[in-house]
């Protein structure tokens, strides 16, 4: 059973930093490309960063790109998500995503193009 778990969110002043963490189990984690998401109330889901199985591409969302960085470190069997940079429009629930297929490397945006979740965790900015 696939499990992801994120942590690593909380309460930032705009300019500030944070490091989102997401921890899967369950699974040869270097094998899979992974992903975090955004979503804020009353809005579809969104692309934020990916990674592939082995580590590239990295690939990032316009509104992101400079900002954040996302890498793995497969020993720990984790991908981060550093955000730098953060302003209040970045506020929102915050979810790692894999998919269900091995040794992916193409780039994958839809959130309909990935199989498990995790439950999210928050990350808030203040102005």
């Known amino acids: 059973q696939v499990q992801l778990e994120e942590s690593g969110g909380g309460l930032v002043q705009a300019g500030g930093s944070l490091k989102l963490s997401c921890a899967v189990s369950g699974r040869t984690f270097s094998r899979y490309a992974m992903a975090w998401f955004r979503q804020v109330p009353g809005k579809e889901r969104q692309f934020v960063a990916g990674?592939?199985?082995?580590?590239?591409?990295?690939y990032y969302a316009d509104s992101v790109k400079g900002r954040f960085t996302i890498f793995r470190h497969d020993p720990e069997n984790k991908v981060y998500l550093r955000m730098n940079s953060l302003k209040p429009e970045d506020t929102a629930v915050y979810y790692c995503?894999?998919?269900?297929?091995?040794?992916?490397?193409?780039?994958?945006?839809?959130?309909?193009?990935?199989?498990?979740w995790g439950q999210g965790t928050q990350v808030t900015v203040s102005s």
């Open positions: 990674v592939g199985w082995s580590g590239s591409p990295t």
């Open positions: 995503a894999t998919t269900a297929s091995a040794y992916s490397d193409y780039e994958r945006r839809d959130p309909g193009q990935w199989d498990y």
